[in-house]
């Protein structure tokens, strides 16, 4: 039996291919860590028959010596993408029983390189959330708790499922999305790795679609190494999605030397928060001394519309999300409203879609719906667009000085408590992508990285972001700063 | 700018959305809240730049107009909640 816990993919490829254990002896070990961790309601469909093949397929693999790096690696999958003939539903009531006839590019290039599906990861409905709580299938519970409480914590979202399970050892890496923060906050709320790659470089073909502009899928997986690794399979261009850049893909785990003498690294003031928490300030101040003392230059810099970020991304996503989710009306897929002796096709839609979609979905369609009404879309959805230019001025500026990536804080707090948020304005829950949301703005790559514990114990991540089709760049800062902070918290197994 | 009942009322079926007489109220507020977030941007000044239209600066790959791919009735029917025939099937839409 390997140690789950210690296993990265790094590691995992290398003792495949020495022949230490075999793919379906490692996909075995993490079916049985599923069953054993369901509290934590991490996985939403589990498919081990189809691990099992896949498993035997990469031990085939490995022995011919044709063994891609995720050859044999065991994944879980973000209920969002699309899986042949396996239920996806993001998370969603409309979307019961939906089984794609095809294949996601992303979960297509990673199987066509012998990665192994353990399942499907719950997720907030839609990837509408920022806390799992918005998932037709509950809530993830958190693996980690504070100290020697047992309240039950969230593992961020909406990619919570994912955060969960490479957080509690139940798979080597997730797929996860990111539309505002999606990836980086639950990566930071769980203490492993997430990268939000440059929009375009990963094909959005196949994954169910919330606000096109900003959506980006990425891995969150437990090492700056594997997220190379990991990004490396899912990375490229996709003739099926027109905004996926036709560039060529460098080697990600090449790039990691961990040498960033010289870099320019930029700390915005402008997220300097009022209230932020000392802890967080903390932690920042501390990344920047240990990329200081790694050879970096620290330099000041200011972003002066981030503080428009949210308000824009909340006209701009629901915007989008109203658009894209006028697809689900009871007709081709998923849930149907049944009706009254004497109702038509209107009170067909309108019924199946007040059943279908959670609260927080219906409230951010109808303000879609309303800020792109006429008489408002200039006021408000013109008007978002044109901050949002300014946003990405406001980075580009930066970058033409000479800044190589910038590092802020992941998130304003540590994880909180599931149902903490319940009787809050849905604004207040907004701020947790504060830090993450402007990246989404501007396309740009960033990656969140646990650098250190709060005083509960709890994992603490700082972001980096990264210069457009710069991963390879961003990483090996990110690499560097996960050598001087030798995170290496993991929650404590209570399930 | 806030938002009355009859607002809601408009917004919930501009989204095909149905939304009972009493939980018009509490979403009118809803929706009002977050309006009043968004009014922030109006401190911006704007003036001269242009909305984004696309945050990666590459034109759409074009290609010929012509079928590449097709003939999957069966697959597209396949999730349906009705089909009939070969068609997707919906309550009567003309009388």
Not at chain 1, 116 to 134: C, R
Not at chain 1, 300 to 308: E, F, G, M, Q, W
Not at chain 1, 403 to 432: H, R, V, W
Request: aromatic share 8%; with cysteine; net charge negative.
């Amino acid at each position: 039996m390997t140690d789950l816990s210690k296993l990265t993919i790094a590691d995992a490829r290398d003792a495949l291919r020495k022949g230490d254990f075999t793919a379906v002896e490692l996909t075995e070990q993490y079916l049985g860590a599923i069953e054993a961790a369901e509290v934590l309601n991490a996985f939403s469909t589990n498919t081990p028959e189809i691990a099992r093949a896949q498993a035997l397929a990469a031990d085939a693999r490995i022995a011919k010596g044709d063994a891609p790096d995720m050859c044999g690696i065991p994944l879980g999958i973000k209920d969002l993408f699309c899986t042949k003939g396996v239920q996806t539903q993001a998370a969603s009531h409309i979307l019961d029983g939906f089984k794609p006839e095809y294949e996601s590019t992303i979960t297509g290039q990673l199987f066509d390189a012998g990665a192994v599906m353990l399942g499907k990861l719950n997720m907030d409905e839609f990837a509408m959330g920022s806390s799992n709580e918005t998932s037709f299938y509950g809530p993830v519970t958190s693996p980690w708790r504070r100290d020697n409480e047992e309240t039950k914590l969230t593992p961020g979202g909406s990619s919570g499922g994912s955060a969960a399970a490479v957080s509690a050892d139940l798979c080597l890496g997730a797929t996860g999305t990111d539309t505002g923060g999606s990836i980086r906050q639950p990566a930071a709320f769980t203490g492993i790795v997430g990268v939000k790659p440059t929009y375009g470089r990963c094909s959005r073909w196949g994954v169910v679609a919330f606000a096109s502009s900003l959506d980006q899928a990425g891995p969150m997986v437990k090492t700056v190494r594997d997220s190379a690794i990991m990004l490396q399979a899912m990375a490229g261009h996709d003739a099926k999605d027109s905004t996926s850049a036709d560039l060529a893909v460098p080697n990600f785990e090449a790039a990691l030397t961990g040498d960033i003498r010289g870099k320019k690294i930029g700390i915005p003031k402008e997220y300097r928060l009022d209230g932020m928490p000392d802890e967080i300030e903390t932690l920042w101040q501390e990344g920047a001394e240990k990329l200081r003392a790694a050879g970096a230059e620290i330099v000041d810099i200011s972003l002066p519309h981030t503080k428009y970020a949210l308000p824009a991304y909340y006209v701009i996503a629901p915007a989008e999300a109203s658009s894209n989710l006028s697809r689900y009306d009871g007709v081709k897929y998923g849930h149907r409203a049944k009706l009254n002796a004497g109702e038509g096709i209107t009170e067909m839609y309108q019924r199946t879609r007040a059943e279908g979609f959670g609260e927080e979905v219906q409230r951010r369609v109808m303000i879609g719906a309303y800020v792109l009404s006429a008489g408002f879309y200039d006021a408000y959805y013109i008007r978002a667009q044109k901050v949002r230019t300014l946003i990405k001025q406001d980075f580009e500026k930066v970058f033409a000085e000479g800044i190589d990536q910038i590092l802020t804080p992941a998130t304003p707090s540590a994880a909180f408590a599931l149902g903490e948020m319940a009787d809050a304005d849905p604004i207040k829950m907004y701020l947790n992508d504060v830090f993450t949301v402007t990246v989404n703005l501007a396309g740009l790559p960033g990656v969140s990285v646990p650098a250190g514990v709060n005083s509960s114990g709890l994992p603490l991540g700082l972001q980096l972001i990264g210069q457009p089709w710069n991963e390879a760049d961003m990483l090996n800062t990110a690499y560097a700063l996960e050598q001087a902070s030798g995170f290496a918290a993991k929650p404590a197994r209570w399930w | 700018m806030s938002i009355d009942i009859n607002t809601a009322r408009k917004v919930a079926h501009l989204a095909r959305i149905e939304v009972a007489e009493e939980a018009l109220p509490p979403l009118a507020d809803a929706l009002s809240n977050i309006l009043a977030f968004m009014e922030q941007l109006n401190e911006v000044d704007v003036e001269g730049v242009e909305p984004m239209t696309s945050v990666t600066p590459m034109a759409l790959k074009q290609r010929k107009d012509v079928v590449t791919d097709g003939g999957y009735q069966a697959q597209i029917l396949a999730n349906a909640p009705d089909t009939r025939e070969g068609f997707f099937a919906v309550p009567k839409v003309v009388e």
